[in-house]
């Protein structure tokens, strides 16, 4: 890791970020319904089919993107598809264990090679419709009938398939359609390394579900950008002394935009005079049963542990609790995060990877949504949802697959809090396709980095 993606964030970094927007005539008069300052965005950038059609050529041809993580191709000829905006691409674990983005199309007939996730025996591709081989190096090694060819027609090399550019990191398998694209570390800087910190390099999925929804993937993903929803979507994780119709946000979070349209909100002083304190152990219950992501079973125990009779609004016990974790963590073998302030900020906050990912490091532990559009609408998205853990050094979790898609009302399978989540999102699309709304409102305290990532997106679509 080069000193720029280990070094801590400072003051410059987030200057170097405001300074980018809002962006003036250059780029906005190369955009369809673009960005003209940080407190509004135009209501059709959610539902216009010129903007979505401009972002399938401008913007997922050429941005690095999560594909999928490393546990789902743990061993030599492992694969997993990847699709996005019509686009597929064979996620495949080579001989040597590095990692290959293939995209996945016979170079004869144009068969799709692969569907889903599975294992390609022998390292060998082979076409279902003529029986044509490539090795998972994407290189040809089987051509039924060349005797039925003009030999300038199946030379090695244009039968190659054609490879993505792909990069693995935190435990995650990156690919870039554009071949002149930065590297992946500087296109992913600061939040990165802010991450790294936190411990995600050694996570693994517990679980790994996701739903259609009738939403556009920005409108969705911008849901997660701040936290103050809180106190009206998920009432039982609001446990401050306050009063119902209260309008001051208690919650003691800081947001924050960087450079190339990433995100971050986590604890902070800008609330800290407003008072009451939160109930540490009654939201940590509420939080595990309501989704089993971020604080899990385990964290409970340790917790209740050494309750006792405390009063577990007090600072005292919550600094109690997290020397029994990282007490806990070192007794079970399980690498522990930095024990730093930026680490413990970040504990019930998250970091928006741009353009549609998103980590919330909380303990150990993280959740993680993707968000991409779903078929050529814009909209509708899918939401893929991972909960992600460290387990003891030595403890394999063997290999990850797609539990399944389940409708977004669907109790069995989605505990409370996504749910209540979710019950917000068609909810927005349909509002906003509302003809007296022109664009929405956003605050300049607890919603700068969505305007933060639309500045940036406006810069992506301008450029070429």
Known sequence: MTDTQSRPVTSADIEAALALGPNGPEISSRVPFPMRDWQHVPAERYHSREFFDLENEKLWPKVWQMAAREEEIPQPGDFVEYEIVGQSLLIVRQTDGSVKALNNVC????????????????????????????????????????????????????????????????????????????????????????????????MRAKWWKEAIINCNWKLAQEAFFEGWHVKQTHPQLYTYDDEPDSEFNLQNVDYTPFVNGHGRFQSGDAAESYGGKPDFLQAARLNWSGQDAMTLERDIHVFEGVAGGMDTRDPKY??????????YWEGA????????????????????????????????????????????????????????????????????????????????????????????????????????????????KWEVTIANMHQELDRRLAAG
């Open 107 to 202: 170079r004869h007939r144009a068969t799709e090679l692969g569907r889903g996730c599975g294992r390609f025996p022998g390292n060998q591709i082979v076409c279902p419709f003529h029986g044509w081989r490539w090795k998972t190096d994407g290189s040809i090694s089987h051509v039924f009938g060349r005797e039925g060819f003009a030999e300038e027609s199946v030379q090695p090399e244009d039968l190659r398939l054609r490879e993505a550019r792909c990069e693995t990191w935190g435990g995650h398998v990156w690919i870039n359609l554009d071949e002149n694209a930065p590297p992946l570390l500087e296109a992913l800087f600061p939040a990165a390394n802010i991450l790294q910190r936190s411990g995600v390099q050694r």
């Open 318 to 327: 919550v600094k109690r609790a997290m020397d029994a974790l990282f007490e």
């Open 333 to 444: 073998g399980i690498p522990a995060p930095d024990r730093t302030a930026e680490v413990l900020k970040m504990w019930g906050g998250d970091i928006h990877l741009f353009p549609n990912y998103l980590m919330l490091p909380m303990y150990a532990n993280s959740l993680a949504y993707r968000v991409r559009p779903h078929g050529d609408d814009p909209n509708w998205c899918r939401f893929e949802v991972w909960s992600l853990t460290t387990y003891p050094e030595g403890h394999d979790p063997g290999r990850l697959e797609l539990s399944g898609r389940y409708d977004k009302d669907d109790a069995d399978h989605w505990g409370l809090i996504p749910r209540q989540d979710f019950a917000n999102l068609e909810r927005m699309q349909r509002g906003i396709r509302n003809r007296s709304l022109k664009q929405t409102t956003l605050s300049d």
